[in-house]
């Protein structure tokens, strides 16, 4: 059983809050058993909740220790230094993105925070490589790309792990979402919520929100102050334990799965006004496909008692539609 650390005490995740653990260790096991439960666990948490803690992913404590350490290295960089790392017309694409220019969907007020973008590396002549922006080399951290890149290619390998088990729970070939996201257009987004020093009124850390994309991988943040919104409409804390991220549906593949699968909304709250000298650090890796990928409603998810509820629409278009609808574009 898997504990979290809440309000000073370790609560048993499955029994208290919903939020189940899983052990990716079993799907690649090579034992048939064991893989099945970690598709039918996944699948049944994911229609739940939308949200899994997950051991024995990809991610290293070395790897992910150093990344923390590059990220704060850059957000401590002299505001001139880092503004000189946000390339207009870019929709925040790659590259630094400054304080409060994000807002959640639905609110005018910015975000308070400031974070940095690390897209896909194509390395293997594939023409997509035309869609996407370069990544941004930080000429003043020596290991700060190469870091970046390591954690990026990692987690995109988690992430396949995650969507091939998902794929099986949909009663799909395995690889169904393998060519989908060969060199898609994930993004590995390190976050800065600096200290808060006036009373924010009504902006937060990050506002009620669900993810556009198919599935984000969330390292375990410095400090406490996600929530997330359970099926009896409360607003419910979690951290990640030493060893685990944080997995969980994005509204893409939601949609693809026609609401059998849950986006669930989520939210960074601001922390109690004794902490507002602290900053935060996040890492998550959103799990995003090629643009041409349709997120139509697959047949399956669709019968007399849960009729198509989208229209269809590529990936592509789909998140042009949501970073005009959260100011990036």
């Not at 941004?136 to 969507?163: C, H, I, P, S, W």
């Not at 410095?222 to 991220?245: E, F, R, Y």
């Not at 799990?287 to 007399?304: G, K, Q």
Request: hydrophobic share 35%; with cysteine.
């Amino acid at each position: 059983m898997a504990f979290l650390y809440l309000c000073g005490k370790f609560i048993k995740m499955s029994e208290k809050l919903g939020i189940p653990s899983v052990d990716l260790a079993d799907f690649l096991s090579g034992d048939a058993q064991r893989k099945n439960q970690f598709v039918q666990d996944l699948g049944k948490a994911y229609e739940e909740i939308g949200f899994v803690a997950l051991k024995n992913h990809r991610l290293s404590d070395a790897l992910s220790s150093e990344l923390y350490q590059e990220v704060q290295n850059f957000f401590g960089l002299d505001e001139d230094k880092k503004k000189q790392y946000e390339i207009a017309g870019l929709a925040g694409q790659r590259g630094y993105t400054g304080f409060g220019k994000e807002h959640a969907k639905g609110r005018n007020t910015g975000d308070l925070k400031e974070f940095w973008h690390f897209g896909q590396y194509v390395e293997d002549n594939d023409p997509i490589a035309k869609e996407y922006p370069e990544n941004v080399e930080v000429k003043e951290l020596n290991r700060f790309n190469a870091v970046g890149k390591e954690a990026y290619q990692t987690l995109e390998d988690t992430g396949r792990d995650m969507l091939q088990a998902l794929a099986l729970y949909l009663g799909l070939n395995e690889l169904y979402f393998d060519q989908h996201i060969h060199n898609g257009n994930s993004i590995l987004r390190p976050i800065h919520y600096p200290p808060i020093t006036e009373e924010p009124k009504d902006a937060v850390r990050a506002a009620e929100h669900e993810d556009i994309n198919l599935i984000t991988l969330l390292m375990g943040a410095s400090a406490d102050g996600l929530q997330v919104l359970n099926k009896q409409g409360k607003w419910v804390g979690v951290t990640a334990l030493p060893g685990q991220i944080i997995v969980n549906v994005g509204d893409m593949l939601q949609r693809h799965t026609n609401n059998k699968l849950r986006s669930t909304t989520h939210r960074v709250v601001n922390p109690p006004k004794e902490a507002w000298g602290n900053s935060r650090f996040s890492i998550p890796f959103f799990l995003h496909p090629r643009s041409e990928m349709p997120l139509n409603c697959l047949e399956s998810c669709v019968d007399a008692e849960n009729p198509k509820a989208y229209k269809d629409i590529t990936a592509g278009e789909y998140l042009n539609e949501r970073l005009r609808e959260i100011g990036l574009k």
